[in-house]
């Protein structure tokens, strides 16, 4: 592993890196690999008046996000930024108060409530694929697949976690959670935020979004708070945890809703565009599905006897993480990292986007290959982390790897991807996703 080094562009003070800051918001990911091609493991910048490390290597990994995770928060000025539309939410509570939470939002996700939303994801899929067949005149659509599983994925969490039908607005609902994304990355990386009264385009996109996510979760909120019957959905966990408090409630949604559908959408259509890019992989996906299924319907059950579809699903969250970047980390205290120094309020960021293409723990890291998932795994362990790692790992990870495999299963025994020239470029905002969409052709089988 590499000595640090302080990455200057220029040494005069009144810069304070706007030049790295700009580098970032024009080339995010490419910006790292320069980073991590030309310093090594362990880079330092300076980000406005920040000093930030970038650890790339799975010993320092494993120090900030496991060992030393009690000296680190979520980095103030982007949950600051989140928290504008997220409230108190998991998302962006720290100590006492985020344990509570947590503690809170868990039954939801425990393994035997897991069936359940499986099959509600199957159905909503189904119900996709019904609609596609039937609005398309011959066996061919050609879709923006991206928009589609950011829709598809919505549904599945609105009807799973709050018990609600399909959202008749939901792309307007997907142009407003992109749009606080949007958000989200502009005023974390901006070295001075303008004010939201100001009448400039962006503030009112920024207003008119947070609007529509606010309508749609309080009234998600308020029917769960009104309904007689019971119920066994993530909202009624909810509601019973947080003793009906409004306010808890709706952070909560919000931030369940919007994290746990926007990445599973991601990954998703990554999934689909490698293998409309790879149709050997497409073929063994399929030749399995119709080995073990035939033609009944995925179960959560089923899943464990579908390992191909498993681990090409792997094998895109490591080329395609939508988590390519973890929330930073602000240090707390001093803390040493395998040697270095970090002062109180310097910054640590985890890049698996990068981690997880370097050729030291992955052979051929660039090549699309699940079949390294069905091998003995001998990659060091936080050299692969799609769901993050430590105390704060993505608490649904189990419920967004089942729903994309019932999801995957259910279309590709119906539906097939033509083939795709080329990958699209990936976008870097809250999650990875294919810049300008993914126009794609698929043919009904």
Not at 105 to 113: D, E, G
Not at 139 to 167: C, E, H, N, W, Y
Not at 170 to 179: D, L, N, P, V
């Amino acid at each position: 592993m590499s000595g640090a080094r302080l990455v200057q562009s220029d040494p005069s003070p009144w810069l304070l890196g706007v030049d790295s800051l700009l580098a970032i918001r024009s080339d995010q990911l490419g910006f790292y690999e320069k980073m991590k091609s030309k310093h090594g493991d362990h880079v330092v910048l300076r980000l406005g008046p920040y000093k930030s490390h970038l650890f790339f290597h799975p010993d320092h990994i494993e120090a900030v996000l496991g060992k030393k995770s009690q000296s680190f928060i979520r980095f103030r000025k982007l949950t600051n930024v989140v928290r504008q539309w997220n409230g108190n939410s998991l998302l962006v509570e720290e100590g006492e108060s985020w344990r509570a939470r947590r503690r809170k939002v868990l039954p939801a996700f425990q393994t035997r409530r897991l069936p359940a939303y499986g099959n509600e994801a199957v159905a909503e899929t189904e119900r996709l694929c019904r609609e596609l067949r039937d609005s398309s005149l011959s066996s061919r659509v050609r879709l923006d697949t991206d928009a589609v599983m950011a829709k598809l994925t919505l549904d599945i969490a609105t009807r799973t976690m709050f018990g609600a039908p399909p959202q008749a607005n939901g792309f307007e609902i997907e142009r407003a959670i992109q749009t606080l994304s949007d958000t989200a990355f502009s005023e974390s990386t901006s070295p001075f935020t303008l004010p939201d009264w100001m009448p400039i385009k962006r503030k009112r996109q920024k207003i008119w979004a947070m609007r529509v996510m606010d309508d749609l979760v309080s009234g998600l909120v308020h029917s769960g708070l009104r309904r007689t019957r019971p119920s066994t959905d993530l909202l009624a966990s909810l509601i019973e945890h947080h003793d009906g408090r409004f306010a808890d409630i709706r952070d909560d949604v919000m931030s369940l809703l919007i994290a746990g559908h926007e990445t599973s959408g991601a990954l998703l259509s990554w999934l689909f565009a490698c293998l409309a890019k790879h149709p050997d992989s497409l073929a063994a996906v399929q030749d399995e599905l119709r080995r073990v299924l035939g033609e009944a319907l995925p179960t959560p059950e089923a899943i464990i006897a579908l390992p191909v579809l498993r681990a090409t699903i792997n094998e895109t969250l490591r080329l395609y993480p939508p988590a390519y970047t973890l929330f930073l980390r602000e240090a707390t205290e001093p803390v040493d990292v395998l040697g270095i120094q970090l002062a109180k309020g310097d910054l640590a960021q985890i890049v698996p986007f990068t981690t997880q293409r370097d050729p030291r723990f992955f052979e051929d890291p660039m090549a699309f290959d699940p079949t390294r998932f069905l091998q003995t795994q001998n990659w060091p362990k936080f050299s692969y982390l799609p769901f993050g790692a430590g105390p704060r790992v993505c608490i649904g990870q189990n419920f967004g790897l089942m729903e994309s495999c019932l999801v995957a299963a259910t279309i590709l025994q119906r539906m097939a991807p033509l083939p795709l020239p080329a990958l699209p470029r990936p976008q870097a905002r809250f999650s990875l996703r294919p810049e300008g969409g993914l126009p794609m052709q698929w043919h009904s089988i």
